[in-house]
């Protein structure tokens, strides 16, 4: 607001002062008011936000959740990939290949990313696809420029800052988070009940691979206990 230059200066830098305090207590009656309207409801009411206790933890009949401790089912992914085939190892019967193959971003990104039709292609496009419905799809986004739809797997609330590139460039590899994949066909969501097992990604289980991983001293050395402190901060995570 523009204070015309006839006021004399200390009422000019009185004005603002007032008018802030004038709109700060106009917000804050608007605001009791509109509390005032709002009854206390039950978790079944059609109220989109009750006032009303609160779980930390999701509810029981949500449709996704982002621990994986509920066994919640995940959706279907427009191809059936089979991560045993590809990523397992050789003598049983798998390719052995990297997950940083086709998850290529991890290594430099928040995300690790999913694979685009090409690079499924350039492997597949040699590949016979008689009587092999998956591969057909494959050849379809691709000769449609189209990419695939992938499902995302591990959804995490908003409010988590989880970056793959610091994880993976200090020497986390994936299973240690997503469990053995390479011996899983299409990708699932581990259920797991202990902070010891891979794929709970709930607080708990974060901060006691941050108190616990060796990577920490292997990176750190003198340091690392200074970084296992920065480690536990809540702005490393909630940023």
Same mark, same amino acid.
């Given at each position: 607001?523009?204070?015309?230059?006839? =006021?004399?200066?200390?009422?000019?830098?009185?004005?603002?002062?007032?008018?802030?305090?004038?709109?700060?207590?106009?917000?804050?009656?608007?605001?009791?008011?509109?509390?005032?309207?709002?009854?206390?409801?039950?978790?079944?009411?059609? =109220?989109?936000?009750?006032?009303?206790?609160?779980?930390?933890?999701?509810?029981?009949?949500?449709?996704?959740?982002?621990?994986?401790?509920?066994?919640?089912?995940?959706?279907?992914?427009?191809?059936?990939?089979?991560?045993?085939?590809?990523?397992?190892?050789?003598?049983?019967?798998?390719?052995?290949?990297?997950?940083?193959?086709?998850?290529?971003?991890?290594?430099?990104?928040?995300?690790?990313?999913?694979?685009?039709?090409?690079?499924?292609?350039?492997?597949?496009?040699?590949?016979?696809?008689?009587?092999?419905?998956?591969?057909?799809?494959?050849?379809?986004?691709?000769?449609?420029?189209?990419?695939?739809?992938?499902?995302?797997?591990?959804?995490?609330?908003?409010? =988590?800052?989880?970056?793959?590139?610091?994880?993976?460039?200090?020497?986390?590899?994936?299973?240690?988070?997503?469990?053995?994949?390479?011996?899983?066909?299409?990708?699932?969501?581990?259920?797991?009940?202990?902070?010891?097992?891979?794929?709970?990604?709930?607080?708990?289980?974060?901060?006691?691979?941050?108190?616990?991983?060796?990577? =920490?001293?292997?990176?750190?050395?003198?340091?690392?206990?200074?970084?296992?402190?920065?480690?536990?901060?809540?702005?490393?995570?909630?940023?």
């Amino acid at each position: 607001m523009r204070v015309p230059r006839w =006021v004399d200066p200390q009422t000019r830098n009185r004005i603002p002062r007032t008018l802030g305090r004038t709109f700060a207590a106009a917000a804050l009656l608007t605001m009791m008011g509109a509390c005032e309207t709002f009854e206390w409801a039950n978790d079944d009411s059609d =109220v989109p936000f009750p006032r009303s206790d609160h779980d930390l933890l999701p509810p029981q009949d949500v449709d996704r959740v982002a621990v994986s401790r509920f066994p919640t089912p995940v959706d279907e992914q427009p191809i059936e990939f089979n991560h045993s085939i590809h990523a397992g190892a050789v003598e049983d019967g798998g390719m052995a290949m990297d997950c940083q193959y086709c998850h290529y971003v991890a290594r430099e990104s928040i995300h690790a990313g999913v694979p685009a039709s090409q690079v499924c292609q350039g492997c597949h496009q040699m590949i016979d696809t008689t009587g092999r419905p998956e591969l057909v799809k494959i050849k379809e986004y691709w000769d449609a420029g189209e990419p695939i739809p992938w499902v995302k797997v591990h959804d995490l609330p908003d409010f =988590v800052h989880f970056n793959h590139s610091a994880h993976v460039g200090a020497g986390v590899v994936c299973q240690e988070c997503h469990g053995e994949m390479e011996k899983e066909t299409v990708a699932v969501k581990p259920v797991q009940e202990s902070f010891l097992e891979p794929g709970m990604m709930e607080m708990g289980w974060c901060l006691n691979c941050h108190k616990n991983h060796p990577s =920490v001293e292997e990176n750190h050395g003198t340091d690392a206990s200074l970084r296992r402190a920065e480690l536990k901060d809540c702005y490393t995570c909630h940023k």
